[in-house]
Structure formats: C-alpha cells, structure tokens
C-alpha cells in the first residue's frame, strides 16, 4: 500500500525567508502526489499537483514541489514567504482504483514577522 | 460554482450520543468522501461513493459509523454511539473523475464528545 511521510511537524521561519518542507512517499509503479494546504478552521484546498510530465510543477502563489523518482520526494519550497502562509501543509498521494488519497501526517509552517 | 457544503460546523455531545454529519458535493461530482481528522494527524478516509455505490469502506467502523448517499447526491454520516476518540474534524470531498483527479474539500464538521 502507499504511503506518505513528512519528516517535519513544524517549521517556523521568518518574513521573507525561504522555506522548504520535506515529503517522501513510498514507490510504486503510478505515482499522483498533492500538496494541499489547510488555513485555520477551513477545509482542504490544492496547492499542487504532479500527475505525469514536467518534474516541476508550480502553483499560481509561489510554491513548487519537484517530483524526484530517485529519492522518492515530493518536497515544496517557495523562495519568500509571507505572514499569509501560515497554515498546515499535507503531502498526499494516490493509493488503489478509485482515487483514494493518502495523506502524511503534516507539517505546520508558522511565519514569524 | 459552488463548494462542497458540510453543517453543522460545529457539535458537542456526550460519549454514547449518536451524531449525523451532512454534505452535499459539488453538482456533477459522482465521487464523494468523507475523511476523519484527528487532531496532529493527516485526514483518514472511511468511506468513498461512486454515485449511490460504495466503493471503499475499509476504514469504516462499522459497529458504530454508518453512512449513506441517497440518489447519488447528498450524504449523511452517522456515529452511534460515539466514544471519546471519535473526536475530530469529519471532512466530506467529491471529485468528477477517478485516478488522479483533484479532491474539492468542504470546510468540515468539528465533534467534541466529552
């Protein structure tokens, strides 16, 4: 079965700082990965996707995550971040038939001014 | 277009109540779902439907949780009786196609049993 690991529970950073948070998935032969973001007291929303193609996908508020096959990760990273950032993060990807999501534990990116 | 739609936001009750979440997916979308969120952890599906039809309820306790989608439209989710570690945010999805295809999240329904 797939799986999903986030190795950070939390990240603080600083204002405009870069910021990476890490995700590795177990290997399969089709691989979907997702990052969704979760803003407080709201539900789930799609930050990104890899589904087949370019390595790099990126989203329309500066995140992109690299889909590595050789080290199994999915990492996301933007360059700068801001105070609006502040949200939890979860690595998912795609286990069996019916699009069923499996998500890692997630990691908590809290921006300090 | 509108979102996936989940009420209440909000319940309290106390351990050996029964509770009932609804949902109502975006229109169109055959896929719906409903995940358990444990505080600290990444949601957990226990019940996926295509269409009226069930399609993975592995993670379903069926002892205590029940679930259906009439008509192959809106869904209800139902505990009885709920325990202490029932509590969590109960997340209902819908997708318009399989493998791969992007998951649309309502804002989710918050129980605390005490």
């Known amino acids: 079965a797939q799986s999903v690991t986030q190795l950070d529970s939390q990240v603080p950073v600083f204002e405009e700082a870069p910021v990476e948070l890490r995700c590795n998935y177990s290997s399969s032969v089709s691989v979907y990965l997702f990052w969704y973001v979760q803003y407080p007291n709201q539900g789930l929303q799609l930050l990104l996707k890899?589904?087949?193609?370019?390595?790099l996908v990126k989203s329309i508020n500066g995140f992109e995550a690299e889909f590595n096959k050789s080290q199994t990760s999915f990492h996301l990273r933007k360059p700068s971040v801001h105070i609006s950032d502040t949200a939890e993060y979860f690595c998912?990807?795609?286990?069996?038939?019916?699009?069923?999501?499996?998500f890692g534990a997630g990691t908590r990116l809290a921006v300090h001014p | 277009e509108a979102g996936v739609a989940q009420s209440p936001r909000y319940k309290i009750i106390e351990k050996r109540q029964s509770v009932a979440f609804w949902c109502n997916p975006i229109s169109g979308h055959a896929t719906l779902y409903w995940y358990q969120q444990i505080l600290g952890q990444g949601p957990k599906l226990l019940i996926q439907?295509?269409?009226?039809?069930?399609?993975?309820d592995s993670q379903l306790p069926k002892d205590r949780f029940s679930a259906e989608r009439l008509k192959g439209v809106d869904s209800t989710l139902k505990i009885q009786p709920a325990k202490l570690e029932d509590s969590a945010v109960y997340l209902c999805?819908?997708?318009?196609?399989?493998?791969?295809?992007?998951?649309?999240f309502g804002p989710g329904t918050r129980l605390t049993v005490t």
């Open positions: 890899y589904l087949s193609g370019s390595t």
């Open positions: 439907f295509q269409n009226n039809g069930v399609v993975d």
């Open positions: 998912a990807t795609v286990s069996g038939g019916y699009n069923k999501l499996i």
């Open positions: 999805a819908s997708s318009s196609v399989t493998g791969g295809g992007e998951q649309y």
